[in-house]
């Protein structure tokens, strides 16, 4: 008889905290560029996104930022009929 995921059962151990970054606090972060950005940070920009040239945090916040603006290449969802 075959052992099922080879005995591991129960609860999987919990991933790692993953902090949303819309809970950033940094000074900036998320804001549209405005020409220069602050150490540490990096601009975000994704041709043919509606998503405008932005600011972000290097690492976890860029990140979100790179996706969301990918996203944002998307066309609009029509409206419900
Ligand atoms: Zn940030």
Same mark, same amino acid.
């Given at each position: 008889? /075959?052992?099922?995921?080879?005995?591991?059962?129960?609860?999987?151990?919990?991933?790692?905290?993953?902090?949303?970054? =819309?809970? @950033? /606090?940094?000074?900036? @972060?998320?804001?549209?560029?405005? =020409?220069? *950005?602050?150490? =540490?940070? #990096?601009?975000?920009?994704?041709?043919?996104?509606?998503?405008?040239?932005? /600011?972000? @945090?290097?690492?976890?916040?860029? *990140?979100?930022?790179?996706?969301?603006?990918?996203?944002? #290449?998307?066309?609009?969802?029509?409206? *419900?009929?």
């Amino acid at each position: 008889m /075959t052992n099922w995921n080879q005995g591991l059962t129960g609860q999987s151990k919990p991933g790692r905290t993953v902090q949303p970054p =819309g809970g @950033c /606090t940094a000074d900036r @972060c998320g804001h549209e560029y405005t =020409g220069r *950005a602050p150490n =540490g940070m #990096t601009r975000v920009r994704v041709d043919g996104s509606r998503e405008p040239e932005r /600011t972000y @945090c290097k690492g976890w916040c860029a *990140a979100y930022g790179q996706a969301l603006a990918e996203i944002r #290449t998307l066309p609009e969802p029509e409206a *419900a009929q």
